[in-house]
């Protein structure tokens, strides 16, 4: 299934984080052992998140793609996940091209793998997150307002602690045969404070969702991931913007054999949107439901997140109507799609795409609960 550039990419993560492994081992005795446990312990929380954690790829269904179709339209027609080479669509860096950061962060990442000759945009690794906390809005919500979870693919699933993009990317990296060095990190963090600490600039997100979050509760949380998944549209969202373990899937990703649930926003629900997602979890087999949903009104929107531009681009956005959800931002960003002239005010394309992806954060940190 998998490709030769596909295949070498995952023998290049297993051999470095094969390379680091007995390091981050001694570090994470080191840190199980100031908490109060043995290295016993952590084995088992590592055994029940490589047999029942799933990698979650979060997106936004209704942004327009090269074909001037939606995401949902794409997915429901040719049944497949595509990745940003072939897409030209990311809610992170927009720079999935040749020589951009998107491949530069690849070609150090997995060996230059990706870069051999004859590889095709399609070879490239689509990227998610490994969900360690089962929240209603997923364990990336920074990165879309729905999310497909998946089954069988962690034997070709490469992680890192926070993003590729990160300086330390490469030492943090791993795959959940070899994960430790991803989690070496991510277990450093909870030690020293996690993200929330006063030396945290405001509003970061504490990690993984939890003020607070120790080591013990790190394996509550790995045992935990036995137990049935929650309704989405119950429980409190975990707003992660700041802090997770991506996960890079190598390979093909088809919905109708990769996909056992999608999990979308409650505002797509009575839209054409929602229409599209229903006929694809219908289509290619897999539930939908849908989480606890973000709604804030223009009025609550805070000038000291995301820049102080956002008030006014959110009332830019949001219209008459005065509220934002998923659906409000996603036809705003469908119209500087089809005419870009008319938001000439806020800069150029790119500089307005990001505004976009800003004014989301806004709605996923500080938004209630969803009410139609």
């Known amino acids: 299934m998998l490709s030769a550039a596909q295949s070498a990419a995952l023998r290049h993560v297993e051999s470095t984080a094969e390379s680091g492994e007995a390091r981050a081992l001694e570090s994470i005795a080191g840190i199980f052992e100031r908490a109060g446990y043995g290295i016993e312990t952590y084995r088992e929380a590592i055994e029940s998140i490589r047999q029942h954690a799933r990698i979650a790829l979060h997106f936004h269904p209704d942004r327009l793609g090269p074909k001037a179709v939606t995401v949902a339209e794409s997915l429901l027609s040719e049944g497949v996940y595509r ?21 530069l962060w690849e070609r150090s990442l997995f060996g230059g793998a990706y870069h051999a000759e004859g590889v095709l945009p399609s070879e490239r690794p ?39 993009e990160h300086p330390q990317a490469g030492d943090r990296v791993g795959t959940l045969a070899r994960p430790h060095g991803a989690l070496a990190a991510l277990l450093s963090e909870i030690e020293n404070g996690g993200m929330a600490t006063p030396d945290w600039p405001p509003f970061r997100t504490p990690t993984l969702g939890m003020p607070g979050i120790t080591v ?74 849908w989480h606890c949903g973000f709604r804030l009104p223009v009025v609550d929107v805070p000038d000291d997140f995301r820049g102080p531009a956002m008030p006014k681009f959110a009332q830019r956005v949001a219209g008459a109507a005065d509220v934002l959800d998923a659906a409000v931002i996603g036809q705003a960003a469908a119209s500087l799609y089809r005419d ?33």
């Not at 990745?83 to 491949?103: I, K, V």
Request: with cysteine.
């Open 83 to 103: 990745n940003q080479f072939e897409t030209g669509l990311s809610s992170g860096s927009p720079t999935a091209y040749q020589g951009g950061e998107r491949d």
């Open 126 to 164: 689509k990227y998610g997150s490994l969900e360690l906390v089962r929240y209603p809005d997923g364990p990336a919500p920074r990165f879309g307002s729905c999310y497909f979870v998946l089954r069988d693919v962690g034997a070709r699933t490469s992680i890192t602690f926070m993003g590729s």
């Open 216 to 289: 013990g509760r790190f394996c509550d949380l790995a045992r935990s991931l036995r137990d049935p998944r929650p309704s989405p549209s119950q429980g409190q969202p975990g707003r992660l913007l700041d802090t997770g373990v991506e996960a890079q899937v190598h390979g093909p990703i088809v919905l109708n054999r990769d996909v056992e649930l999608l999990v979308a926003d409650p505002a797509f629900a009575a839209s054409p949107t929602g229409q599209v997602l229903q006929a694809l979890a219908q289509k290619y087999g897999f539930e939908l439901m």
């Open 340 to 372: 870009p002239a008319q938001w000439s005010e806020w800069g150029d394309y790119w500089e307005i795409v990001r505004l976009f992806r800003q004014i989301w954060h806004v709605l996923v940190h500080f938004g209630h609960r969803y009410e139609p």
